[in-house]
Protein backbone atom coordinates (compact mmCIF):
# COMPACT_ATOMS: atom_id res chain seq x y z
CA UNK A 1 0.00 0.00 0.00
CA UNK A 2 1.00 3.58 -0.53
CA UNK A 3 0.97 5.62 2.52
CA UNK A 4 1.42 9.22 2.45
CA UNK A 5 2.80 10.97 6.19
CA UNK A 6 1.82 14.49 6.63
CA UNK A 7 4.35 15.66 8.71
CA UNK A 8 8.08 15.74 9.50
CA UNK A 9 8.58 15.77 13.62
CA UNK A 10 8.93 13.28 15.79
CA UNK A 11 5.15 10.99 15.48
CA UNK A 12 5.67 11.68 11.60
CA UNK A 13 9.52 10.15 11.23
CA UNK A 14 8.44 7.33 13.48
CA UNK A 15 4.99 6.00 11.46
CA UNK A 16 6.71 6.74 8.72
CA UNK A 17 9.52 4.55 8.94
CA UNK A 18 7.45 1.80 11.37
CA UNK A 19 5.06 1.72 7.94
CA UNK A 20 8.03 1.16 5.64
CA UNK A 21 9.01 -1.21 8.49
CA UNK A 22 5.73 -3.51 7.51
CA UNK A 23 5.88 -3.35 3.77
CA UNK A 24 4.38 -0.28 2.48
CA UNK A 25 5.80 2.06 0.17
CA UNK A 26 5.69 5.32 2.09
CA UNK A 27 6.36 9.55 1.24
CA UNK A 28 6.05 12.19 3.90
CA UNK A 29 5.14 15.42 2.99
CA UNK A 30 6.67 18.70 4.02
CA UNK A 31 6.14 22.29 3.21
CA UNK A 32 9.86 22.76 1.48
CA UNK A 33 11.60 19.77 0.62
CA UNK A 34 15.00 21.59 0.14
CA UNK A 35 14.70 23.30 3.53
CA UNK A 36 13.74 20.14 5.17
CA UNK A 37 16.43 17.86 3.69
CA UNK A 38 19.05 20.73 4.71
CA UNK A 39 17.96 21.17 8.40
CA UNK A 40 17.40 17.47 8.96
CA UNK A 41 19.64 14.62 8.17
CA UNK A 42 17.49 12.20 9.33
CA UNK A 43 15.27 11.62 5.58
CA UNK A 44 19.00 10.97 3.72
CA UNK A 45 19.57 8.25 6.59
CA UNK A 46 16.36 6.47 5.37
CA UNK A 47 16.50 6.48 1.59
CA UNK A 48 13.40 4.38 1.98
CA UNK A 49 10.82 7.02 2.66
CA UNK A 50 10.41 9.32 -0.48
CA UNK A 51 10.48 13.30 0.95
CA UNK A 52 8.16 15.43 -1.09
CA UNK A 53 5.28 18.20 -0.84
CA UNK A 54 2.14 17.90 0.99
CA UNK A 55 0.63 17.61 -2.45
CA UNK A 56 2.77 15.30 -3.59
CA UNK A 57 2.47 13.24 -0.80
CA UNK A 58 -1.40 13.05 -0.46
CA UNK A 59 -1.15 12.68 -4.49
CA UNK A 60 0.98 9.70 -4.51
CA UNK A 61 -0.65 7.96 -1.11
CA UNK A 62 -3.65 5.31 -1.34
CA UNK A 63 -3.84 5.84 2.96
CA UNK A 64 -2.87 9.84 4.39
CA UNK A 65 -1.93 10.17 8.08
CA UNK A 66 -1.69 13.02 9.34
CA UNK A 67 0.68 13.84 11.80
CA UNK A 68 1.25 17.36 12.25
CA UNK A 69 0.14 19.59 15.17
CA UNK A 70 -3.11 20.12 15.48
CA UNK A 71 -2.76 24.00 15.18
CA UNK A 72 -1.74 23.69 11.63
CA UNK A 73 -3.45 20.31 11.03
CA UNK A 74 -6.37 22.33 8.92
CA UNK A 75 -3.78 24.51 7.23
CA UNK A 76 -1.42 21.23 6.11
CA UNK A 77 -4.38 19.46 4.45
CA UNK A 78 -4.89 21.93 2.83
CA UNK A 79 -1.60 22.53 1.55
CA UNK A 80 -2.25 18.49 0.50
CA UNK A 81 -5.55 19.39 -1.44
CA UNK A 82 -8.75 18.67 -0.96
CA UNK A 83 -8.91 17.13 -4.65
CA UNK A 84 -6.09 14.80 -3.20
CA UNK A 85 -7.57 13.83 -0.09
CA UNK A 86 -10.80 13.02 -1.84
CA UNK A 87 -12.17 9.33 -1.40
CA UNK A 88 -8.96 8.93 0.39
CA UNK A 89 -8.80 7.41 4.19
CA UNK A 90 -7.06 10.03 5.73
CA UNK A 91 -5.85 9.25 9.17
CA UNK A 92 -5.86 11.59 11.77
CA UNK A 93 -3.31 11.14 14.77
CA UNK A 94 -3.37 14.71 15.92
CA UNK A 95 -4.66 16.47 19.16
CA UNK A 96 -6.03 20.11 19.67
CA UNK A 97 -2.99 21.20 21.95
CA UNK A 98 -2.96 24.75 23.39
CA UNK A 99 0.00 25.69 24.87
CA UNK A 100 0.15 29.13 25.24
CA UNK A 101 -1.12 29.42 29.14
CA UNK A 102 2.18 26.82 29.69
CA UNK A 103 1.89 23.08 30.91
CA UNK A 104 -0.42 21.32 31.22
CA UNK A 105 -1.56 22.33 27.75
CA UNK A 106 -5.24 23.14 27.19
CA UNK A 107 -7.97 21.92 24.41
CA UNK A 108 -8.63 24.79 21.83
CA UNK A 109 -12.00 22.48 20.87
CA UNK A 110 -13.69 20.22 22.91
CA UNK A 111 -17.01 19.16 24.41
CA UNK A 112 -18.89 20.17 21.53
CA UNK A 113 -16.77 19.49 18.86
CA UNK A 114 -12.81 17.97 18.09
CA UNK A 115 -10.34 18.22 15.54
CA UNK A 116 -11.64 14.80 14.14
CA UNK A 117 -14.90 16.30 13.18
CA UNK A 118 -13.12 19.63 12.29
CA UNK A 119 -10.83 18.10 9.39
CA UNK A 120 -13.72 16.14 8.52
CA UNK A 121 -15.94 19.07 7.84
CA UNK A 122 -13.64 20.61 6.02
CA UNK A 123 -12.59 17.54 3.79
CA UNK A 124 -16.22 16.29 3.23
CA UNK A 125 -15.03 13.83 0.95
CA UNK A 126 -12.22 12.16 2.58
CA UNK A 127 -12.82 9.24 4.79
CA UNK A 128 -11.31 10.76 8.11
CA UNK A 129 -10.51 7.95 10.88
CA UNK A 130 -9.50 9.37 14.14
CA UNK A 131 -7.00 6.93 16.09
CA UNK A 132 -3.39 6.36 17.76
CA UNK A 133 -3.53 9.96 19.28
CA UNK A 134 -4.20 8.50 23.04
CA UNK A 135 -0.38 7.02 23.02
CA UNK A 136 3.19 8.50 22.32
CA UNK A 137 4.63 7.94 19.01
CA UNK A 138 7.03 5.04 20.36
CA UNK A 139 3.83 3.31 21.75
CA UNK A 140 2.22 4.04 18.62
CA UNK A 141 4.48 2.14 16.27
CA UNK A 142 5.44 -1.03 18.84
CA UNK A 143 2.19 -1.70 21.01
CA UNK A 144 4.04 -4.61 22.12
CA UNK A 145 6.97 -2.97 24.37
CA UNK A 146 4.27 -2.42 26.90
CA UNK A 147 2.81 -5.58 28.52
CA UNK A 148 2.94 -8.04 25.46
CA UNK A 149 0.37 -5.62 23.79
CA UNK A 150 -2.28 -6.46 25.91
CA UNK A 151 -3.74 -2.88 25.76
CA UNK A 152 -6.49 -1.14 24.34
CA UNK A 153 -6.34 1.32 21.56
CA UNK A 154 -9.26 3.40 19.51
CA UNK A 155 -10.51 4.16 16.51
CA UNK A 156 -13.66 6.48 15.66
CA UNK A 157 -14.82 7.61 11.94
CA UNK A 158 -17.76 7.88 9.87
CA UNK A 159 -16.95 5.34 7.00
CA UNK A 160 -17.19 1.49 7.76
CA UNK A 161 -14.71 0.47 5.42
CA UNK A 162 -12.04 2.99 6.09
CA UNK A 163 -12.35 1.35 9.79
CA UNK A 164 -11.23 -1.30 8.78
CA UNK A 165 -8.02 -0.13 6.14
CA UNK A 166 -7.35 1.36 9.22
CA UNK A 167 -7.66 -1.59 11.61
CA UNK A 168 -5.63 -3.90 9.48
CA UNK A 169 -2.39 -1.26 9.29
CA UNK A 170 -2.89 -1.08 13.15
CA UNK A 171 -2.75 -4.83 13.22
CA UNK A 172 0.19 -4.65 11.53
CA UNK A 173 2.36 -2.88 13.60
CA UNK A 174 1.18 -5.34 16.45
CA UNK A 175 -2.23 -3.51 18.19
CA UNK A 176 -4.88 -6.64 19.25
CA UNK A 177 -7.46 -5.30 21.29
CA UNK A 178 -8.61 -2.17 18.93
CA UNK A 179 -12.06 -0.39 20.14
CA UNK A 180 -13.86 1.26 17.49
CA UNK A 181 -16.12 3.80 19.38
CA UNK A 182 -18.10 5.09 16.60
CA UNK A 183 -18.42 7.88 14.30
CA UNK A 184 -16.22 10.65 14.15
CA UNK A 185 -18.02 12.63 16.78
CA UNK A 186 -16.13 10.13 19.09
CA UNK A 187 -13.09 12.26 18.65
CA UNK A 188 -14.29 14.52 20.98
CA UNK A 189 -13.84 11.86 23.85
CA UNK A 190 -10.33 10.14 22.28
CA UNK A 191 -8.61 13.80 22.15
CA UNK A 192 -9.92 15.20 25.88
CA UNK A 193 -8.51 12.22 26.74
CA UNK A 194 -5.24 14.11 26.67
CA UNK A 195 -6.19 16.32 29.34
CA UNK A 196 -5.61 13.29 32.06
CA UNK A 197 -2.67 11.77 29.60
CA UNK A 198 -0.26 14.94 30.29
CA UNK A 199 -0.71 14.20 34.07
CA UNK A 200 -0.46 11.00 33.93
CA UNK A 201 3.28 11.66 32.11
CA UNK A 202 4.43 12.93 35.04
CA UNK A 203 3.44 10.75 37.84
CA UNK A 204 4.84 7.68 35.39
CA UNK A 205 8.37 9.27 35.02
CA UNK A 206 7.91 8.60 31.04
CA UNK A 207 5.46 8.98 27.73
CA UNK A 208 5.28 4.64 27.36
CA UNK A 209 2.57 3.88 29.00
CA UNK A 210 -1.29 3.21 28.11
CA UNK A 211 -4.65 1.74 29.27
CA UNK A 212 -6.52 -1.01 29.45
CA UNK A 213 -10.41 -1.24 28.60
CA UNK A 214 -10.94 -4.39 30.77
CA UNK A 215 -14.71 -6.05 30.17
Request: aromatic fraction near 6%.
Amino acid sequence: MKIGVLGTGAVGKRLSSRFAEVGHEVSVGTRDVAVTSERDSWFAEHPELALRTHAEAAAFADVVLNATAGDVSITTLHLAGADNLAGKVLIDVSNPLDFSNGYPPMLFVKDTSSLGEQIQREFPEARVVKTLNTVNNTVMAEPKQLGGGDHTMFLCGNDAEAKTVVTGLLAEFGWEDIMDLGGIEMARGMEMYLALWVRLYPAVSHGNFNVKVVR
